[in-house]
């Protein structure tokens, strides 16, 4: 493959929160390259911190905080129909001046899920099985995430 350090980019499309492009002429480790720090320069919501109050379940709360933080947060705007860019709105919680967390920097969510309470209302033949609880029992405390 000729020149795989002087790839060719064909830009396509360019709008505020979203670039089309070809890469052509180079190998695959330039691609790989390239989308590692698209992916890093993105600003994204991420659950970093879980304070348990109680956890009844068989799970250790270390396997329950890190099964969170993979789940992808959306930040929307208000004034938009689709998720758009959480920057103007949040800053990374060791840029904000705020001595724990702020409004500014941190969206708090709330899991709280009985398994008696939510139980009652599965059909016979499900209440034997285990309760499978997905991220739309999460309740936030910023309604645009």
């Known amino acids: ?39 890093a320069e993105v600003p994204t919501l991420a659950i970093d911190l879980a304070d348990f109050h109680e ?21 929307q705007a208000p004034d938009s129909l689709r998720g758009g ?8 919680n060791r840029e904000c001046t705020c001595q724990e967390r702020c409004p500014r920097c941190s969206v708090e969510f709330d899991l709280d899920v009985d398994f008696d309470r939510e139980n009652v209302t599965r059909t016979e033949s499900e209440r034997v099985l285990p309760l499978t609880i997905t991220s739309t029992y999460l309740r936030s405390n910023n309604e645009c995430v």
Not at 55 to 74: C, F, K, Q, S
Not at 85 to 92: A, E, Y
């Open 85 to 92: 860019d959480c920057h103007p709105t949040f800053l990374p």
């Open 1 to 39: 493959m000729p020149h795989q350090r002087f790839p060719k980019i064909e830009i396509i499309s360019i709008a505020p929160h979203e670039i089309k492009f070809i890469l052509s002429e180079t190998d695959v480790s330039m691609a790989n390259t390239i989308r590692r720090i698209m992916i």
């Open 55 to 75: 956890n009844t379940t068989v799970l250790n709360d270390e396997y329950i905080a890190h099964r969170l933080g993979l789940i992808p947060i959306r930040y």
